[in-house]
């Protein structure tokens, strides 16, 4: 439905953020969080979603008011939000 960028070739899946909460404008590849691993191993890794694991990607997309706002951020994303 987007325009994704390519999937990097150890993709596993993306998962591609949407929200008013995002900056404006933002293209999708930008939006986009891809779990990569080597097929070869009997069971991927979890992937493990939160502002501990990846806060620069959620800084880089997210609205300053929202990261600014103190307790907002931390009510919006826990540090370990679900896996």
Known sequence: SSSSAEAPPDALYCLEVHGDELRPNLPAEVRQLFFCC????PR???LRVGRY??????ESILNDEILTGGTLWGSMMAQDHFE
Do not use: I
């Open 38 to 41: 080597e097929a070869q191993g």
């Open 53 to 58: 694991y990846q806060r620069g990607f959620w």
């Open 44 to 46: 991927p890794p979890r």
